[in-house]
């Protein structure tokens, strides 16, 4: 798992393309799946404030139920997502 967390960012940068709607539904579902794995992992180790924002990152990804905003929101959020997971989620 160590190199999940920079695929998770660098699959987050890509969605800033304009690519087909599948590929978002398909990155919700990664995203959650890989965040709520943090999370958990995180809060099994003590580490409370990444298990709250990886868990923050579950809801906002989650694909079960969508929040859904404007694609400048998503811009911002899919960055800030990317580098969370890039530089937060290594230290399991």
């Not at 923050?56 to 997971?85: C, E, H, Q, R, T």
Request: proline share 5%.
């Amino acid at each position: 798992m160590n190199n999940l967390n920079k695929i998770v960012a660098v699959l987050l940068l890509i969605a800033m393309l304009p690519l087909p709607y599948a590929y978002y539904q398909l990155l919700r579902i990664v995203v959650t799946i890989v965040a709520a794995i943090y999370a958990y992992s995180f809060y099994e180790n003590n580490h409370m404030p990444k298990a709250i924002i990886f868990g923050v990152i579950v809801l906002i990804w989650n694909p079960i139920f969508p929040i859904y905003m404007d694609k400048s929101v998503w811009l911002i959020l899919d960055i800030i997502g990317a580098l969370v997971f890039y530089f937060g989620g290594s230290d399991n």
